[in-house]
């Protein structure tokens, strides 16, 4: 699915406010922007519409020689984190333009993008939900994996079976989210429900294009099957 134009931001947070009729909203609070387009791609030259926006100013001392060209091709300072995002069409856009949460209305429905929290190397306890073994002395079987392939057919392991290993750290792609309220002198979004990574994590905030609901805050989502936020 194409989506609209976003933001990047960083996650500051969670916490709840209240509805018009009382009801408490659990809210992640996303410093979202402001953005600067520093690059246009268009379908004769590229094959396809896009823009690339940048977040967060950085040192011009930490940045190489051939970011630095890139950016001095735009007339754009140098920028720490760059996105592409791909368009119906990129024409309404232009390099150095400044895009802030401006963008989004109260309301209105949002996916977010974000890498979710690294836990290291786990068990099949942790990491899949295995029930475990007996929790009584003298068991020797009490979080082991257990039996994993069979014996005389197929010989052999299926692929994709649920082991051990790293946990965490992965992109995740949240939909069905919605701004409930937008800070625009301090370039906030409060949008319903968890959102993926650790506080300060990087976040790209996206439009479906569909329409707002309305001022009035709505209810958290499904808990999305994936990875933890």
Known sequence: MQMGIGLLGRKVGMTQIFDQEGRAVPVTVVEAGP??????????????EAVQLGYLPEKPKRVRKPMSGH???????????????????????QVGQTLTVGLFAEGEEV???GTSKGRGFQGGVKRWGYRGG???HGS?????????????YPSRVFKGHHMPGRMGGERVTIRGLHVVRRDSDRN????CGALPGPQGGLLTVRKTGKAALGSEPTT?????????A
């Open 111 to 113: 996916v977010v993008t």
């Open 71 to 93: 950016f001095g091709k735009g007339k754009v300072p140098p920028l720490r984190h760059l996105q592409e995002m791909r368009l119906h069409s990129a024409a309404e856009y």
């Open 35 to 48: 953005c600067t387009v520093v690059q246009k791609k268009g379908l004769e030259k590229d094959g396809y």
């Open 140 to 152: 020797m079987f009490h979080r082991a994996v257990g039996s994993i392939g069979a014996s005389s």
């Open 220 to 228: 958290p989502p499904e808990k999305t099957v994936g990875s933890k």
């Open 134 to 136: 007996a929790k009584s």
């Open 188 to 191: 906030l979004l409060l949008i």
